[in-house]
């Protein structure tokens, strides 16, 4: 397996020790570097990348409120000299932080939380949505040691729940599965499905009432994350 890097910092030597790491491992390639976070932040528009090493603190825009301003999230490893901002980062669900000088030895360590991450060793393949002529669309996730049929009108929102996901559901009640959201919300489709905050993804039309803070499906308050604010005011209020 290959993945994709970039190193955003706005000190060029904080680049040169992540970049020099990353070039003793087997399978990660640096594909952009930048000092200035504006410039990063319009290279990720155009392209995809797996993994984020994001500076906390630079001038004119923070790592934070890049990450927060991101539509597509990478998993990001934050790096920064001040323990107080990096702990304020797992609020954007991030998959480690590195404090500076950062040593080899720590540096594999947030790589296998990486790992961990995209490659949980326990989970199933990720859920496949199918659709025939006669059946809309579903999926199926393996429920109760058995494989259990989810149709994808049927889904009020998906929560995580550490190493498992909950789905609720109209008909079905909720459903348990061992799983990650982050797959969730990579098989389940952008145009009816929304991620509002680390552990919820809703579908939009069960939504019955927003604010600035929060939303509903049915009775069922659901919370809207910080970084996830932006895009849930563009796709749903419309701003």
Do not use: W
């Amino acid at each position: 397996m290959h993945y994709t890097c970039f190193i955003i910092d706005d000190e060029p030597i904080a680049i040169e020790i992540i970049e020099s790491y990353l070039l003793r491992l087997d399978g990660f390639a640096v594909s952009g570097k930048f000092t200035n976070p504006v410039k990063a932040f319009e290279a990720l528009q155009a392209q995809t990348v797996d993994l984020l090493f994001l500076d906390i603190q630079m001038p004119g825009l923070t790592g934070l409120e890049l990450l927060q301003s991101l539509r597509s999230k990478p998993e990001v490893i934050l790096t920064t000299a001040y323990r107080e901002f990096a702990l304020e980062g797992f609020e954007f669900d991030v998959t480690d932080y590195l404090l500076k000088p950062v040593s080899f030895d720590r540096f594999l360590k947030a790589i296998g939380k990486f790992h961990t991450r995209v490659r949980p060793p326990e989970a199933a393949a990720l859920p496949r949505i199918q659709a025939t002529e006669t059946e809309a669309p579903h999926l199926f996730v393996r429920a109760d040691r058995k494989n259990v049929k989810v149709l994808l009108d049927d889904i009020l929102y998906v929560e995580s729940l550490k190493d498992y996901v909950r789905i609720a559901t109209v008909g079905q009640g909720k459903i348990t599965t061992k799983e990650t959201i982050t797959h969730f919300e990579q098989a389940l489709p952008g145009d009816r499905f929304l991620r509002v905050h680390r552990s919820f993804i809703v579908a939009k039309d069960k939504i019955t009432a927003h604010s600035a803070d929060g939303l509903d499906i049915g009775k069922v308050p659901i919370p809207v994350g910080r970084m996830y604010k932006m895009a849930v005011e563009k796709e749903i209020l419309g701003k």
